[in-house]
């Protein structure tokens, strides 16, 4: 339907609703002179203005000129007034809730209630004037009689206010902006709806049979009927108590005002005021209770929901989650599941650099990519201050281990911005799959956090399954002593292998000598394959052996030139990885600076590369080392740069001569815009700064050319060279290649 057929269905709809209720009220009306006692007509059409808008006006008039052509013939002089009365009267009342109240609309409440009350009043009021004026003018009334005629003008269009605006505004009005989204609560069903009306219908059979049986107690018997619907405020939806108490209240209203079951018809202004007040008493009861439960019931959800709700990114905290999975586990019957423990990656920087506000809108932005990845029926919820849970429904182990990989992969994906700087966030997952109803929930949270433990330990951003009834932790700790123990054995027995790659200058150096860096490489003494730092490091680290890898490292290095002096002469800058121990071990300057003076490669040609993370862990401790080791003559260069959460924020902390962009960034530069940019921003602060950039990862020739174009000064990687042990690398005459 378009919009103008829609507009005029709308405005036909409205004039006939209008008609229709101004039809029920005129059966109380004897003469073309007298006033309704109740005016319903008044309700729709103060609903309608609030609903609609004011521009709406225009149905009222022509609704009341149709009313006096089709069913209440009057004078013409006071149909411009009766027209005016409504149109005006509903302009001011509607006007002054849209202009001083415009949020009354927006929620139910008590107190819209009455604001709406107050509009109606104004409306009322207005009309009533208008309307008695108008009859006075057109000779329906005596003059002396106005002040009479004002009042019933009044008290029919509260009725109608009061009975019809509620159950019109509800019935217009969008659920979700009226009551606030809140639409779970658990209301009667549709058998307690049709007892209820039922009862509403034989409570007014009651009312109608004893005042024809001459019984006199009338009033007291509409009681029934006010029971039935003070029993739909508790139990039904409050649209549906509006609706039953618009239509009782009309009908007890028609009973009462035509004299039947037992009522007199009001024949003076005194006895249609307390009619009118006593069926206005009526309507409203029901209404207020109505109401007043459903604040009750938004105010418990809202407890609810906080007590169950993680405040920060709206998913379930750990009580809620521990309820929901325990009464799963509890029902059965062998449903397959899986418990997932996921703990964001290096979330401490974060905190340290950015401040407590960024990490809280990083927790936030992450579990909605987690929500968005789950299947229907699947649970998240936030467990710790960077830790979350997730209960996979219906998936084996080979399902929970290919959805949380999706997990994992769809966090590594997204893009944190922050004051424009454009950083990537990883997550570590401990997954364990179950069977409902044969394990506890401790035991499951416990061991998802073992798991998830030794996914971190493995470098993080991986997934790491247990199942029950398994040692899982033994297992995987034994894994890691066995890394340890290794590491162990090939220092000691000079198991580590030195290899080099060239990094090659982007642009002619005169003069320029062997740059390159040392990688390591540790040799299986069953196999003889050679491992990669990847598959050590990470244990060597855990276990405090990552100071003596360093020690090893760069005495090793210093023994090879020093038994070859000649290659030693062709080195420009020789670079060397530390981890993170060395920043924090005491002793290990002390080390370098001695090992320093008795060897024959110049500490001005020595460069050690220090991981962007490992700076950020301690940053105080890092600028320290690096203060000293370069006024020990040596050069420093943060690697892994850009993967930090606010590279560009302590680079002044950290005084290094070299910023080696992460690889990661590299190898797609070529390709990417995202990549592009960043390479150019890092390119261009290093210019700023006065530090020289290195790009690793330059696989390919289009990838070095683009480094090029963007200033960057020096590239390393397999488009340069491949890494070569240290004696071949030094056994050939060719040299690194010149961009």
Same mark, same amino acid.
């Given at each position: 339907m378009t919009p103008p057929i829609r507009a005029a269905a709308r405005f036909l709809l409205l004039v006939a609703a209008y008609v229709a209720a101004a039809g029920v009220a005129l059966f109380y009306v004897d003469s073309p002179n007298d006033i309704t006692?109740?005016?319903?007509?008044?309700?729709?059409?103060?609903?309608?203005?609030l609903v609609f808008g004011l521009r709406w006006w225009p149905f009222a008039a022509v609704a009341v000129l149709l009313t006096h052509l089709l069913l209440a013939p009057a004078p013409?002089?006071?149909?411009?007034?009766?027209? !005016?009365?409504?149109?005006?009267? $509903?302009?001011? #009342?509607? @006007? &002054?809730?849209?202009?001083?109240?415009?949020?009354? /609309?927006g929620r139910l409440s008590l107190g819209t209630g009455w604001v709406l009350m107050a509009g109606g009043a104004i409306m009322a009021v207005t009309s009533a004037v208008i309307g008695s004026a108008g009859m006075v003018h057109a000779g329906m009334v005596a003059p002396d009689l106005a002040v009479q005629a004002a009042l019933r003008w009044l008290m029919g269009d509260l009725f109608g206010i009061i009975a019809v605006t509620p159950a019109m505004l509800l019935l217009a009005l969008p659920a979700p902006r009226i009551l606030h989204g809140e639409s779970s609560f658990r209301y009667g069903g549709v058998g307690e709806k049709t007892?209820?009306?039922?009862?509403?219908?034989?409570?007014? !059979?009651?009312?109608?049979?004893? $005042?024809?049986? #001459?019984? @006199? &107690?009338?009033?007291?018997?509409?009681?029934?009927? /006010?029971?039935?619907?003070?029993?739909?405020?508790?139990?039904?939806?409050?649209?549906?108590t509006a609706v039953a108490n618009a239509a009782m209240s009309m009908l007890l209203a028609t009973v009462a005002g035509l004299g039947l079951a037992g009522f007199t018809p009001p024949a003076t202004l005194g006895d249609s005021a307390l009619l009118t007040l006593f069926m206005c008493v009526i309507a409203l009861i029901p209404q207020l209770l109505s109401v007043t439960i459903f604040e009750n019931r938004l105010a418990s959800s809202r407890l609810i929901r906080r007590a169950t709700t993680d405040p920060l990114t709206g998913v379930a905290n750990r009580t809620a989650f521990e309820a929901h999975v325990r009464g799963l586990v509890q029902a059965g019957p062998g449903e397959p599941m899986a418990l997932a423990y996921i703990d964001m990656d290096r979330f401490r920087i974060v905190n340290d650099t950015l401040g407590h506000a960024v990490g809280d809108s990083l927790i936030a932005a992450v579990s909605g990519v987690l929500e968005s990845r789950l299947a229907p029926g699947d649970v998240l919820a936030r467990v710790g201050g960077d830790a979350f849970a997730v209960l996979l429904r219906h998936c084996d182990v080979a399902s929970a281990l290919q959805r949380t990989h999706d997990l994992r992969d769809a966090v590594a994906?997204?893009?944190?911005?922050?004051?424009?700087?454009?950083?990537?966030?990883?997550v570590s997952i401990g997954v364990v799959p179950f069977r409902a109803d044969d394990v506890e929930f401790s035991t499951l949270l416990a061991q998802a956090d073992t798991a998830c433990f030794a996914a971190k330990e493995r470098g993080g951003n991986r997934v790491v399954a247990l199942e029950p009834g398994r040692q899982g932790e033994v297992h995987e700790r034994s894994e890691a002593m066995r890394w340890a123990l290794r590491i162990d054995n090939a220092l000691e027995h000079d198991h580590f292998r030195l290899f080099c790659q060239t990094i090659a200058p982007l642009r002619a150096v005169p003069g320029e000598q062997r740059h390159f860096e040392i990688l390591l490489r540790m040799r299986d003494p069953d196999s003889g394959d050679l491992l990669l730092p990847g598959q050590f490091v990470p244990a060597a680290e855990r276990f405090g052996l990552?100071?003596?890898?360093?020690?090893?490292?760069?005495?090793?290095?210093?023994r090879w030139f020093e038994r070859h002096p000649d290659s030693a002469a062709n080195v420009s800058l020789c670079a060397i990885n530390l981890t993170a121990a060395s920043i924090e071990d005491e002793a290990f300057l002390p080390?370098?600076?001695?090992?320093?003076?008795?060897?024959?490669?110049?500490?001005?040609?020595?460069?050690?590369?220090?991981?962007?993370?490992?700076?950020?862990?301690?940053?105080?401790?890092?600028?320290?080392?690096?203060?000293?080791?370069?006024a020990l003559g040596c050069r420093f260069a943060l690697d892994d740069f850009g993967t930090g959460f606010c590279s560009f924020g302590y680079l002044r902390s950290l005084d290094v001569d070299f910023f080696k962009i992460d690889g990661s960034f590299v190898k797609d530069v070529a390709t990417s815009t995202l990549s592009y940019a960043i390479v150019r921003s890092i390119a261009d602060i290093g210019r700023v700064m006065r530090k020289q950039t290195i790009a690793e990862c330059a696989e390919s020739e289009s990838v070095r050319q683009r480094l090029g174009d963007l200033g960057v000064d020096y590239a390393q990687g397999y488009a340069i060279s491949a890494p070569e042990p240290i004696e071949r690398y030094f056994g050939t005459s060719r040299r690194a290649a010149v961009g």
């Open positions: 006692l109740i005016w319903p007509s008044t309700g729709i059409a103060y609903g309608a203005l013409w002089l006071f149909v411009p007034y009766s027209i !005016a009365s409504n149109v005006l009267g $509903g302009l001011l #009342g509607a @006007g &002054y809730v849209r202009r001083f109240h415009p949020h009354a /609309l007892l209820l009306a039922a009862s509403l219908g034989g409570g007014l !059979a009651v009312v109608l049979w004893a $005042g024809d049986s #001459g019984n @006199g &107690y009338a009033l007291a018997l509409t009681s029934l009927p /006010l029971a039935a619907l003070i029993l739909s405020a508790v139990r039904f939806e409050p649209v549906f994906a997204y893009r944190f911005v922050s004051d424009a700087h454009v950083s990537t966030s990883t990552g100071v003596r890898l360093d020690r090893h490292v760069i005495d090793r290095t210093l080390f370098l600076q001695a090992r320093l003076q008795r060897s024959v490669l110049p500490a001005h040609r020595l460069c050690f590369e220090l991981t962007e993370t490992s700076a950020l862990r301690d940053l105080a401790r890092a600028q320290a080392l690096i203060q000293s080791v370069r």
